[in-house]
């Protein structure tokens, strides 16, 4: 029997004054490779509010266009089922 991932979780886990707050789980796969990271708006309409299953944050320090997480995954990965977690 083999298991086929084609998921990749993220976990962001911030340090300092946000320790406990803020952590974020982005799901990337084959149809959202791409992950943007920047600070939030407070504006709805653009897209951009803080969630935890985003990377947006409510950071003035970073830039609106930040940083980007990319995932290139195999069309189809195959594992021994003794490699694969419980």
Known sequence: ???IW???TVKLTPLGRDELENHRIL??????K???IGRASKNA???LL????????DYPILSREHAKFTVSLPQKVSVPPRFCPV
């Open 1 to 3: 029997m083999l298991t």
């Open 6 to 8: 084609n998921t990749v």
């Open 27 to 32: 799901k990337m796969n084959n149809k959202k």
């Open 34 to 36: 791409e992950v943007e």
């Open 45 to 47: 309409n653009k897209g």
């Open 50 to 57: 803080a969630a935890s299953d985003n990377a947006w944050f």
